[in-house]
C-alpha cells in the first residue's frame, strides 16, 4: 500500500480521525468499505524519491532543503482550490485509514485515475470549476459577469459572491497569503545560499510574485537560468484542474536536482526549433509565430512534488512557464523527470507492453523512446500557434474548457511528428522510429487508463480513435494484442497534427466541441482491455515517498 506523503494529510493522525466523530466506523480495517479502498490504492505502485545529491555543496543542500519546506504549503492552497476544507474532507473517511490515505491521493473523494468518479457514497459528481467558482454559478452568470469585470476570469483569482450575491474576484495572494507568505520566506531564505546568481535571482522574484500574483518578471528570470545546479516550480501553475473555463491555475510545487550528463544529450535539439515549426505539415497561416530561440531541455530528478503535480497521476515532463508572452520572447523550458519516468516505465509501460502490444514488435517498447517522446511531447508545446487568426484572442482564451485537451493534443502528436522529422534528417540516430511509433501507442494506453476526463485523457482518447480510424494500428482479437502499421502511423500523425493546429489557430470552439463528443470517448473493447490490466495487478500510477528524510537519510 502506497506511503502517505501529503503534508497536510499526515497532521490527521488517528486521533484526528476518531475526533471527526459521528458515524466512524467500527473497526474500520474489517470492513468491505476499506477493503474496496485497499484495492483503490494499489492501483499506485510506490517509489522512493531519492537523488544523489553529493555533488551539491554543503549550501546549496541546505537550498534543496529549504525549497521542500517552500513547496509544501502549496498542498494546503491545492486542497482549497479543488476541495475546500481538507478537514471536512477527513471526516468522509469515517474513521477508516484507508479511505483517508486515499482521499490525500486524489485531494478531495472523487478518483482521478477514473474519470473523477465519486469513490465515496452520496458526494455527487465533481464541478467542473472544482472549488474556484461558486458552485452554483451558471456559465450565463459568469460571461454576463466577466465582460464587466475581466478580472474574474485572471489565472489568478477566485469567483466568490458577494453580500448581494454578485460575482467578485478575490486575488490569490489576498486568499492564501499566509500560505504565499511561508513559501515566499522560504525561497528568499534559499536565494542567500544559491550558488548560482541568477537561481538566487528567480528565487527572490517568484518570492516576490507569490506577494503580488504578477508572475512575469520572475518566469523571464526563470527562462535566463542556464548553469543552475537545483531548480523549483512553485505557485499557480496549470489550468487543468478548471475543467468550466480552464482559465484557474492551480497551485503545485516540484522540487528537482539537474541531471548534467542527461541535459547535455538534449541541448542540441533548442536551436532546432524554428526549422522545426517552419515543417509543421499545416497551412503557412498557422506557423507563421516564430517559438523563441533561448528554449532548453533539461533532464532532471524529482525530489519533491506538492499540491497539483501530487494529485492523481503524476506528472513526469514540465514545460513552461504557459506565459505566451514569454514563451513568445524567450520559448520555453523543457524539464524531464527522469527517475520519475524510469519509474513509470518500469513499473507499468513494460508489463503492459507484456499485455497489449504484438509479440514480435515488444522489443520496439524502450526507455529511450519513452523518454524521447515525452521529451518532444514537452517541445511541441512550444510550436504551432499561440493567438488566433481571427481575432478571438489567444488559443487558450477562445477554447476554453477544451484549450487544455487540445493543447495536449497537439503536443502528444506534434511531438511524434519531429521525433519523425529528426530522424529522417539524421538528427536522431539512437534506437529507431518504429520504436518511437511503437512505445508511442503503449503509451496512448497507459494514460488513458487515467480516464476521459482529464485534459491529457480526452487528448489520448482523441488520438486514439483518430488513429485507429485512419488504421495506424490494427488489434488481434484472438490475442487482445494491438500491431502499429508504420507507414499509416506516419500518416496519421501528419493528418491529425493539421486538424488540431488549424481547429486552434481558427479558435474554432464549436469545431473541438464536435471533435470532443466524437472522439473523447473510450470504446467498449478498449475498456475491455484496459479492464484485463485491472485485473491484472498492473498498476496505474505511482505514488511517493518523499521528503527531506527521504533525500538526506534521516
Partial sequence: MPTPTRSLFLLLTASTLVACGAGAIDNPEDSAEHQRMHAL????????????????????????????????????????????????????????????????????????????????????????????????????????????????????????????????????????????????????????????????????????????????????????????????????????????????????????????????????????????????PVDARYKAETPGTDSDLNAYDVVYYAGDANAGAKTIAINLPNDEQVQLAKGTRRLQLKNAMQAKFDEIMVPLAEQLIAEDQRDHVTFDAFFGNTMFHEVAHGLGIKNTLNDRGTVRTALREHASPMEEGKADVVGLYMVTQLFERGELTEGSIEDHYVTFLAGIFRSVRFGASSAHGQANMVRFNYFQEEGAFTRDAASGTYRVDFEAMRAAVDGLSELILTLQGDGNYEGVDELMLEKGLVPPELQGDLDRLDALGIPRDIVFEQGIGVLFGR
Fill in 41 to 280: 490504492l494499489d492501483q499506485y505502485a510506490t517509489v522512493r524519491l531519492e537523488a544523489d545529491v553529493s555533488h551539491l555543496s554543503a549550501n546549496d543542500q541546505e537550498v534543496v532543503r529549504l525549497l521542500i519546506q517552500a513547496v509544501q504549503p502549496m498542498e494546503e492552497v491545492f486542497w482549497y482550490q479543488t476541495y475546500g476544507d481538507a478537514n471536512a474532507a477527513a471526516e468522509l473517511a469515517r474513521g477508516d485509514p484507508a479511505t483517508l490515505e486515499y482521499l490525500g491521493v486524489n485531494f478531495g473523494p472523487w478518483d482521478r485515475l477514473r474519470g473523477d468518479e465519486a469513490f465515496i457514497e452520496g458526494i455527487g459528481a465533481k464541478p467542473a470549476g472544482a472549488n474556484l467558482y461558486p458552485r452554483d454559478m451558471t456559465p450565463e452568470e459568469f460571461d454576463a459577469a466577466v465582460a464587466d469585470n475581466p478580472e474574474l476570469g485572471s489565472l489568478y483569482t477566485l469567483v466568490r459572491r458577494d453580500e448581494s450575491g454578485g460575482l467578485i474576484a478575490v486575488p490569490y495572494h489576498e486568499q492564501f497569503a499566509q500560505a504565499h507568505a511561508d513559501a515566499g520566506a522560504k525561497l528568499r531564505e534559499a536565494s542567500e545560499l544559491a550558488s548560482d546568481p541568477q537561481f538566487a535571482n528567480y528565487l527572490r522574484l517568484r518570492a516576490d510574485a507569490l506577494e503580488t500574483d504578477d508572475y512575469r518578471a520572475s518566469d523571464m528570470a526563470w527562462m535566463d537560468m542556464k548553469d543552475n545546479p537545483i531548480d523549483v516550480v512553485i505557485g499557480p501553475i496549470e489550468t487543468y484542474e478548471d475543467q468550466l473555463y480552464g482559465y484557474k491555475a492551480a497551485h503545485e510545487g516540484y522540487v528537482l536536482i539537474k541531471d548534467m550528463a542527461w541535459s547535455g544529450r538534449l541541448s542540441r535539439f533548442a536551436a532546432l526549433l524554428p526549422s522545426l515549426q517552419r515543417g509543421l
